[in-house]
T-cell receptor
Framework: DADVTQTPRNRITKTGKRIMLECSQT?????MYWYRQDPGLGLRLIYY???????NKGEISDGYSVSRQAQAKFSLSLESAIPNQTALYFC????????????????FGPGTRLTVL | DQQVKQNSPSLSVQEGRISILNCDYT??????FLWYKKYPAEGPTFLIS?????DKNEDGRFTVFLNKSAKHLSLHIVPSQPGDSAVYFC??????????FGKGTKLSVIP
């Protein structure tokens, strides 16, 4: 079974609709992240959470909200979807490590392809 | 302001030859660097990393070189194989949380 799972894998929605993307992990990591990928723009951080009570905005949080329901679950919501939120969305997790190999290595889910019409 | 730059959107290499992917960064506070590989319809997977206290890290066919004075790192793949064809992302971090990613380089290894 995959360590980091995302649902749904694909979603088509209309402008103005509320949509939630879900992420679950079995790695036991405290830290979870949401990124979006746009063609030619790489990965940009939306929100991150260090534990259930610690949620922080990333580079591009406007138009998004998140909920950390448990250590293993981190959801991303678009309250009122707009076409420029069409993108590939990735959830990631990480453990806390010291300096050295694999420092802050993040483990990614398979992604959700979201299309807003 | 783009803090991590991968200036080559794509690279084609013959099977068996060396692939060299480059990455430049501007933030002198970055103290660790990672490379990720991404296949279509999959999430990025960690490949190799290096901390700022080193200038080289090797793992099998993959070697990452760090030149701190030039704020430049590179990933060498030797020998390149068709299965290495993917998008490669360079990522950098300072402290223990955020990673800043480059835009990626699409590597095509030609049989």
């Amino acid at each position: 079974d995959a360590d980091v799972t995302q649902t749904p894998r694909n979603r088509i929605t209309k402008t103005g609709k509320r949509i939630m993307l879900e992420c679950s992990q079995t790695k036991g990591h405290d830290r979870m992240y949401w990124y979006r990928q746009d063609p030619g723009l790489g990965l940009r951080l939306i929100y991150y959470s260090f534990d259930v009570k610690d949620i922080n905005k990333g580079e591009i949080s406007d138009g998004y909200s998140v909920s950390r329901q448990a250590q293993a679950k981190f959801s991303l919501s678009l309250e009122s979807a707009i076409p420029n939120q069409t993108a590939l969305y990735f959830c990631a997790t990480s453990d806390v490590r010291g300096i050295g190999s694999s420092y802050n290595e993040q483990f990614f889910g398979p992604g959700t392809r979201l299309t807003v019409l | 302001d783009q803090q991590v730059k991968q200036n080559s959107p794509s690279l084609s290499v013959q099977e068996g030859r060396i692939s060299i992917l480059n990455c430049d960064y501007t933030n002198s506070m970055f103290d660790y660097f990672l490379w990720y590989k991404k296949y279509p319809a999959e999430g990025p997977t960690f490949l190799i990393s290096i901390s700022s206290i080193k200038d080289k890290n090797e793992d099998g066919r993959f070697t990452v070189f760090l030149n701190k004075s030039a704020k430049h790192l590179s990933l060498h793949i030797v020998p390149s194989q068709p299965g290495d064809s993917a998008v490669y992302f360079c990522a950098s971090g300072a402290g223990s949380y955020q990673l800043t990613f480059g835009k990626g380089t699409k590597l095509s290894v030609i049989p």
